[in-house]
């Protein structure tokens, strides 16, 4: 049986030594500032204000301040680019977001390109983008989701160089970067997608499986190879009478067969989801600690 991948357990961890460092800083700089964190929401779906509200306590807790800018939905796309503008000439503040997804009257590209790099920390603006895709540069942040794959890679000991990894999905938000900076650490990889042929064949050599296709319960137990690292990142709800809210969460791999073939897996709820906030806090943190001249 695989061992479980505590994506919580992990985060929490990564949220402390967040907060442990800042007191460090504080104490030794004497009147520094605190890290500032910004959010802009515009409209008024609740999954986007449940996950600013998550992001905001997150934040708070590690001793930053967060602040949320609410647009209401018929806000156009230059009232959005002002806030974001801002936003970049804030000294106080180090990390921003604009939540997704935006109204569709929104040009979404032109906000995102608006954000800058130095400021970026969802890692989304094209400098961003393609400073992580050209080898021997460093961009000034990695998309968060991404970045929490491969902490949860390390921190569960899974050895990633020299390894053959299979990425199924090519978003830019998550496959993209990920198989990226699964590269960068000497991974053989591999990127499925819905046009890959036979794609079982393609998952079952892999010795790290990264499932972010969007497709409930897609990879099964007998595509894996045995022994292989998993990690689920989809989320995806399904009916269930027995449950109050009328349904579960599971995740792009079908979690009871894969358990039984893997070495390690994570779980949907509470495996890759809670380390994107822990990460999105990383990114923060370094903005912070480049304006402070540590880093």
Same mark, same amino acid.
């Given at each position: 049986?695989?061992?479980?991948?505590?994506?919580?357990?992990?985060?929490?961890?990564?949220?402390? +030594?967040?907060?442990?460092?800042?007191?460090?800083?504080?104490?030794?700089?004497?009147?520094? #500032?605190? #890290?500032?964190?910004?959010?802009?929401?515009?409209?008024?779906?609740?999954?986007?204000? =449940?996950?600013?509200?998550?992001?905001?306590?997150?934040? +708070?807790?590690?001793?930053?301040?967060?602040?949320?800018?609410?647009?209401? +939905?018929?806000?156009?796309?230059?009232?959005?680019?002002?806030?974001?503008?801002?936003?970049?000439?804030?000294?106080?503040?180090?990390?921003?977001?604009?939540?997704?997804?935006?109204?569709?009257?929104?040009?979404?590209?032109?906000?995102?390109?608006?954000?800058? #790099?130095?400021?970026?920390?969802?890692?989304?603006?094209?400098?961003?983008?393609?400073?992580?895709?050209? @080898?021997?540069?460093?961009?000034?942040?990695?998309?968060?989701?991404?970045?929490?794959?491969?902490?949860?890679?390390?921190?569960?000991?899974?050895?990633?160089?020299?390894?053959?990894?299979?990425?199924?999905?090519?978003?830019?938000?998550?496959?993209?970067?990920?198989?990226?900076?699964?590269?960068?650490?000497?991974?053989?990889?591999?990127?499925?997608?819905?046009?890959?042929?036979?794609?079982?064949?393609? *998952? @079952?050599?892999?010795?790290?499986?990264?499932?972010?296709?969007?497709?409930?319960?897609?990879?099964?137990?007998?595509?894996?190879?045995?022994?292989?690292?998993?990690?689920? *990142?989809?989320?995806?709800?399904?009916?269930?009478?027995?449950?109050?809210?009328?349904?579960?969460?599971?995740?792009?791999?079908?979690?009871?067969?894969?358990?039984?073939?893997?070495?390690?897996?994570? #779980?949907?709820?509470?495996?890759?989801?809670?380390?994107?906030?822990?990460?999105?806090?990383?990114? =923060?943190?370094?903005?912070?600690?480049?304006?402070?001249?540590?880093?």
């Amino acid at each position: 049986m695989a061992t479980l991948i505590d994506g919580k357990v992990i985060a929490d961890s990564i949220r402390s +030594e967040i907060s442990s460092e800042l007191r460090q800083i504080m104490q030794d700089r004497a009147g520094a #500032p605190r #890290p500032g964190l910004a959010v802009i929401i515009v409209g008024s779906r609740k999954d986007s204000q =449940t996950y600013v509200r998550l992001k905001q306590k997150a934040a +708070e807790e590690c001793g930053f301040i967060s602040t949320v800018i609410e647009l209401p +939905e018929t806000s156009t796309t230059e009232e959005v680019v002002t806030k974001v503008q801002q936003l970049n000439a804030s000294a106080a503040i180090h990390g921003m977001i604009v939540q997704l997804p935006l109204p569709s009257h929104v040009n979404e590209a032109h906000v995102l390109e608006q954000i800058s #790099p130095s400021k970026d920390v969802d890692g989304l603006h094209p400098t961003n983008v393609g400073l992580l895709h050209t @080898r021997g540069k460093a961009p000034f942040f990695v998309p968060c989701t991404p970045l929490g794959i491969m902490e949860l890679l390390k921190r569960s000991n899974v050895v990633v160089s020299g390894k053959r990894a299979v990425v199924i999905g090519r978003s830019n938000i998550v496959g993209l970067p990920v198989a990226q900076l699964l590269l960068q650490a000497n991974a053989t990889v591999t990127i499925c997608h819905s046009k890959t042929v036979r794609i079982e064949d393609v *998952v @079952r050599e892999a010795e790290i499986v990264i499932a972010a296709c969007g497709q409930r319960e897609l990879i099964r137990g007998s595509w894996l190879r045995p022994g292989a690292a998993v990690i689920d *990142v989809g989320t995806n709800a399904v009916t269930d009478d027995t449950k109050k809210a009328g349904y579960r969460l599971v995740g792009d791999v079908h979690f009871d067969e894969a358990k039984a073939v893997a070495s390690c897996i994570t #779980p949907v709820p509470g495996g890759v989801g809670p380390m994107t906030i822990a990460m999105l806090l990383n990114n =923060t943190m370094t903005g912070y600690k480049r304006s402070l001249g540590l880093m």
